[in-house]
């Protein structure tokens, strides 16, 4: 069965530092792959999204994330935190199950960023 | 602009009594979904429809109750037998395929 795996459900990082939020994935077949941002009261924002394009993707507010089949992995990374960032990421994989696309979302990573 | 509206964003309930969530979308998508949110436990998927005057169970269905009289509207209704409806509820959209989602921005519903 297809499932997505957020490693740590709290992250914290000086301002400034690097972000790296751990996403992996089991899928049988070649997955779709999403980071959405939740700020607090919100919907979820997509950040950016993997189709089978380039392997590295590049999403809004200087996130990318890079594609990796051999680990089943589709880490979130930015090279430089900022206070803003802070809420909460949920990584997700979509699926073809009965002929329709069906999401599959982590259990978040709540990421906190110290001044 | 388009975009999905969900109503109210804070919604108070005595226990027992059955209540109604509105979502709206004007983004013409075909597919239109309802998540229940808890802390720690992510989304968990409660109904979703493909098209108008079709949906089906998600994870959670158990006291909730869906219709899809239009394409652009998808209420869900938090009954009685819910037997833990304090949480946060998310609509979402998206056209068939793998474009992602669009949220609407969530309403909290307490009982009390």
């Known amino acids: 069965a297809q499932s997505v795996t957020q490693l740590g459900s709290h992250v914290s990082v000086s301002e400034g530092a690097l972000v790296l939020l751990r996403c992996n994935y089991s899928s049988s077949v070649p997955p779709y792959l999403f980071w959405y941002v939740q700020y607090p009261n919100q919907g979820l924002q997509l950040l950016l999204k993997y189709t089978s394009a380039a392997t590295l993707v590049k999403g809004i507010n200087g996130f990318e994330a890079e594609f990796k089949k051999s680990e089943t992995s589709f880490h979130l990374t930015k090279p430089s935190a900022h206070m803003s960032d802070a809420a909460e990421y949920f990584c997700a994989v979509s699926v073809l199950r009965s002929g329709t696309y069906k999401y599959i979302f982590g259990t978040g990573t709540r990421l906190k960023v110290l001044a | 602009d388009g975009g999905i509206t969900q109503s109210p964003k804070y919604l108070f309930r005595k226990e027992g009594q059955n209540v109604t969530l509105s979502c709206e979308q004007n983004?013409?998508?075909?597919?239109m979904y309802w998540y229940r949110q808890d802390p720690g436990q992510g989304l968990r998927l409660i109904y979703y429809?493909?098209?108008?005057?079709?949906?089906q169970k998600g994870d959670i269905a158990e006291g909730y109750s869906v219709s899809r009289e239009k394409k652009e509207s998808f209420p869900l209704t938090v009954t009685s037998a819910q037997k833990n409806p304090t949480a946060f509820y998310l609509c979402a959209s998206s056209m068939q395929g793998t474009y992602g989602y669009t949220f609407g921005s969530g309403t909290r519903l307490t009982v009390v």
């Open positions: 429809s493909q098209i108008v005057n079709d949906f």
């Open positions: 983004l013409n998508h075909d597919a």
